[in-house]
């Protein structure tokens, strides 16, 4: 797939969307939040967010450089912005371009937000101080390659909710990181903190391809060898410090890598828009779209060598027509297979994983995985080792946990785990998506919740037996060991209550 397609086909508009289905009837989808944009062109994505608070969502609008506030409804009631955070000064894509990836790229929250208020923006700045500039100011050529300089930054900002009358603001702080980017194709995606403290950031190749006329250079990142490659961070991802320096444990230094490497994590990506850490094992995985075949789902090992340009997908797959010959390793690097991959691209973007999370036992070990092509939700289980996936009730590794997601071609465009450990979507049709239990059966008391409340009515109740008894979360006539198992199975999750019991003597 000729990336982006995938970030241009949907807009912070509204639109007609299919409901959302969700595969598994213990789970349900909801908006909690739409009509992120009443009325806009195809290039107002929303590409990110972040909770600022509980219910406090900060939203980036690609194309208007806009950094919308939404406060979530208690009751999930699907809420619309509230107001503005903050208005940067972009290079804003054309409304009928179907490629741009101009704009903001995403958000992401420092890991002690709670304390310091720092928030972080990846975006192309405008060259003009003051106002956006279109695209059509700054693009030349057959690869729509930059006619004057401009820069991909990362910035940093302070929140704070007290500006605006209350409603917050994001007041500047100071640049992390500068990119130069001559072409609005495949800039990537949000930068992302790991357990380490660094932040991670996908740098897509910028279409720094031998096929494409007019290209800039070959990118020594994407496997193109000296003389003839440039050093660029392009197609790589890249590890910095909080304040946007060179951590001292990067992988390439004190190897004899290239000057310029120094940032490098792992490269030879194409573009990608999502990379999240698995909570247990502190690993980072990745999602890379491919040309027109071989989407992957990646685990990002440091000096990894994707292969791309050459190789995209399994090295031992019929259809490569290249092999490890081709590939640029530097010291130390290690080319890796993906963990798995799509022949028929399908827009791969966000990822999220659902260790500790609300969802239940049954999702411990799940990865949700998003593409914007058809609106899909696919989930893979890891096996023991968290390293591989596992095979699931299909057989096969993949499976397709809800669709509707956004609309036929109108899919997901990132996903994240809110601050009550759901998992959240946002869709390039102006929608926000909480997956959440449709019910809990360990929630005795009906709150909403299970927690405290509900294991001490069990406890208090313990081997007490009789119709209707507090506790017996199974319906079974007693209280025993099976429903404190259930409470202590679903404790903390947060799920609406579950249906009324039909009168004695009707089925449900």
Not at 77 to 83: I, L, M, R, V
Not at 278 to 287: N, V
Not at 409 to 420: E, H, K, Q, S, W
Not at 488 to 504: K, N, V
Request: hydrophobic fraction near 40%.
């Amino acid at each position: 797939m000729r990336l982006l397609r995938l970030l241009a086909v949907g807009a912070c508009a509204g639109v007609n969307v299919s409901a959302q289905t969700v595969n598994d009837p213990a789970l349900r989808a909801v908006v909690v939040a739409n009509g992120l944009h009443p009325v806009g062109p195809n290039s107002q994505i929303c590409t990110g967010f972040g909770f600022v608070g509980p219910r406090t969502v900060l939203l980036t609008s690609r194309g208007t450089g806009k950094v919308l506030r939404v406060d979530l409804d208690p009751s999930g009631a699907a809420a619309q912005p509230s107001g503005e955070a903050l208005d940067l000064d972009i290079i804003a894509p054309a409304n009928n371009d179907q490629q741009s990836e101009y704009g903001v790229q995403g958000i992401v929250l420092h890991p002690d937000f709670a304390n310091n208020g720092w928030v972080y923006i990846r975006y192309d700045k405008s060259p003009n101080e003051g106002r956006d500039t279109p695209q059509s100011e700054v693009v030349l050529g057959p690869n729509f390659n930059a006619s004057v300089p401009t820069q991909n930054v990362i910035e940093r900002f302070v929140w704070d909710p007290s500006a605006n009358g209350g409603s917050g603001a994001l007041v500047f702080d100071r640049l992390i990181h500068s990119l130069a980017v001559d072409t609005r194709y495949h800039h990537g995606g949000a930068p992302v903190f790991g357990p380490d403290g660094m932040m991670y950031v996908m740098y897509g190749n910028l279409r720094h391809e031998v096929w494409v006329p007019g290209h800039s250079g070959l990118l020594l990142s994407q496997n193109y060898p000296q003389p003839q490659g440039i050093v660029a961070d392009y197609g790589t991802i890249v590890r910095l410090t909080d304040e946007g320096g060179v951590p001292a444990d990067n992988p390439f230094l004190g190897l004899g890598a290239p000057d310029g490497t120094e940032n490098w994590w792992a490269y030879g990506f194409r573009n990608s828009f999502g990379m999240a850490f698995d909570p247990r094992t502190g690993s980072l995985w990745c999602t890379d779209n491919g040309e027109d075949f071989f989407d992957e789902l990646n685990l990002v090992t440091p000096r990894m060598n994707s292969g791309h340009i050459w190789i995209s997908g399994p090295i031992n797959d019929p259809q490569q027509v290249w092999g490890l010959g081709q590939l640029v390793m530097l010291p130390g690097a290690e080319y890796r297979d993906p963990v798995y991959s799509w022949r028929a691209t399908i827009g791969v973007t966000g990822l999220a994983f659902l260790s500790g999370s609300a969802l239940g036992a049954a999702y411990e070990n799940m990865i949700l995985v998003g593409g914007v092509n058809a609106g899909v939700l696919r989930s893979f289980r890891l096996d023991g080792s968290r390293a591989a996936l596992a095979t699931q009730a299909s057989g096969a590794a993949e499976a397709v946990l809800g669709t509707g997601f956004g609309g036929t071609f109108r899919g997901v465009i990132a996903m994240g785990m809110g601050p009550d450990r759901l998992p959240y979507i946002l869709t390039a049709a102006a929608q926000l998506i909480r997956l959440e239990r449709a019910f809990c059966a360990g929630d005795v008391d009906g709150d909403g919740l299970v927690d405290s409340a509900d294991l001490t009515a069990v406890v208090s109740n313990y081997q007490e037996t009789g119709p209707g008894v507090a506790g017996d979360v199974n319906h079974d006539g007693a209280v025993d060991f099976l429903d404190l198992s259930a409470v202590l199975a679903e404790f903390g999750a947060s799920c609406p209550a579950p249906p009324p019991a039909a009168p004695r003597g009707v089925k449900p």
